[in-house]
Nanobody
Framework: VQLQASGGGLVQAGGSLRLSCAAS????????VAWFRQAPGKEREFVAG????????RYADSVKGRFTISRDNANDRVYLQMIKLKPEDTAVYYC?????????????????????WGQGTLVTVSS
């Protein structure tokens, strides 16, 4: 299974970006998927997660109201819509899938909860 994250780039503060995560080799439509990020010099942290059905989502407090996670199971993609971006959102963003169990509603906030990771996409927010 390979996850491919894309959509990162350079944006000014207050701007928007949409990240996309696509799976290949195996569908992740029945898996919990999450976005994490890692800023320079910091540990990787949970950003947002979505259950297989799409009916349950969770967000880090720092992004609530600005980021929205969604999924298109027909096309095996998960998205992270980011608005009102701040310089502190600058990081490499990773998507991750929990594929050891299917159709779970439990969203995990730690890296150990996920089995497969994408390569990361860089988001840079200038002030």
């Amino acid at each position: 299974v390979q996850l491919q994250a894309s959509g990162g780039g350079l944006v000014q503060a207050g701007g928007s970006l949409r990240l996309s995560c696509a799976a290949s080799g195996r569908t992740f439509s029945g898996s919990v998927v999450a976005w994490f990020r890692q800023a320079p010099g910091k540990e990787r942290e949970f950003v947002a997660g979505i259950a297989a059905s799409g009916g349950s989502t969770r967000y880090a407090d720092s992004v609530k109201g600005r980021f929205t996670i969604s999924r298109d199971n027909a096309n095996d993609r998960v998205y992270l819509q980011m608005i009102k971006l701040k310089p502190e959102d600058t990081a490499v963003y990773y998507c991750a899938a929990r594929m050891r169990e299917q159709y779970s509603f439990t969203i995990y906030y730690t890296e150990r909860g996920y089995d497969y990771w994408g390569q990361g996409t860089l988001v840079t927010v200038s002030s």
